[in-house]
């Protein structure tokens, strides 16, 4: 649990206070212009409303140009990004034809598969010649092609569970899932910062929803305790059954799950688990096959497994691996398998060539490599942001590091420093993270160098020093011994 500093708390409220007393205020006078210049749609209400409408125009538009910026180039460690420009005050932002070089430690590119593969891409060019560049049907009409079978078979092998179903976008797979997998008269124990796709699909679900706190296994036991002994809402019937949903990695704070006593505990109290490795898979564990390999975990004991190809494996969509059963029912009842397209099949030839890479059937030992190379990577950039002062979320080996910025301002100010010198940042702030939370979050890549990550320390470390972002005091640097070269007499 993040414990956040008295001060910065007081003067994070005091500029979101600021921040919306500004806003009311333009609010207020906005009204009038509003009535004397009264448009066409006298009578309807607004299509924009609330306090996400306010939020949107008073305080995201001040910021606009440090999210979504378009790059013009693959995801690799450097790509290029398009420089925009506004003259309405962040209303609107319009691009240029120009462009800067940027360090990029905001992509998902763990393994460095965003970008050309000596075996990967010259496969994904062939299959785009053969296949083209969609299947315009769904799975179960004309949306199947060998490409498909064979990834679903490779998944299988690779995760070490008896069968799999993939589908055409990662976010869905959780949303669209889950409503399947139960419904009324379920219970479902999610994990309080488990991701917005997993919020929704347990929403939709129409089952109760009860949530424990972040990665913290004696408390789910207490609730799972709780809820087993009163049941049902009402009629105090025993739930129908219940499922624990958790993440491998959890995307915002890095933080590894605590698996095995999650999976003990569940054991327990006879509750299914629900595994979400989108940030894993691929990235963690002696041959990156994510949490479970980590930590010595049996797959056998997770139930369902689902993750992702975004990240690691440089594509699109996601999977879900269970028992042959699971597996079959999902795809008689699931409308993303039903419904949707499948996954293009050129991406679904990335990720086959991805996983053939990491697991040394291409004849090399370039996924080994890489694999080493992120846990190397990840390991010494956090280790120097902390020793730098930074605040920084997450356990070893993870990939994902979130930087501690807390106050608004402080989130523009270290985004367009960064970029100004090069180094591209992602900055979070509400909603996406709980009011006072705002952070900067890097990603490391397999594909950066140590001079990358040294050159990206260089720029952080002075942008600490100009936001105020450095909120623990520094390690003093080691004074390095000078040799002495005189010989002995």
Known sequence: MITIPYLTAVSTYFSYGLLFAFGQLRDFFRRFIDWWLASNLQGYAPICLGHEDFYIRRLYHRIQDCFERPISSAPDAWFDVVERYSNDNNKTLKRTRKTSRCLNLGSYNYLGFG?????????????LKRFSASTCSSRVDAGTTSVHAELEECVTRFVGKPAAVVFGMGYATNSAIIPVLIGKGGLIISDSLNHSSIVNGARG?????????HNTP??????????????????HRPWKKIIVVVEGIYSMEGEICQLPEIVAICKKYKAYVYLDEAHSIGAIGKSGKGVCELLGVDTADVDVMMGTFTKSFGSCGGYIAGSKELIQYLKHQCPAHLYATSIPTP??????????????????????????????NSNFFRAELQKMGFEVLGDNDSPVMPIMLYNPAKIP????????????VVVVGFPATPLLLARARICISASHSREDLIRALKVIS???????????????KKIEEKKNDMKLE
């Open 462 to 476: 002075k942008v600490g020093d100009l936001s105020g972002t450095k909120y623990f005091p520094a390690e003093p």
């Open 115 to 127: 970008s050309f593969d000596e075996y990967c891409t010259p496969r994904v060019i062939e299959s």
């Open 218 to 235: 004696s408390h789910l036991e207490r609730v799972l305790r709780e809820q087993i002994a009163e049941g049902q809402h009402r009629t």
């Open 347 to 376: 991406s679904a030839q990335q990720i086959i060539s991805a996983i053939k890479v990491i697991l040394g059937e291409d004849g090399s030992n370039r996924g080994a490599q890489k694999l080493a190379r992120i846990r190397e």
């Open 205 to 213: 679900s129409g089952a109760t929803i009860r949530v424990f706190q």
């Open 413 to 424: 100010s270290f985004s367009r420093e960064c970029l100004r010198q090069k180094v591209a």
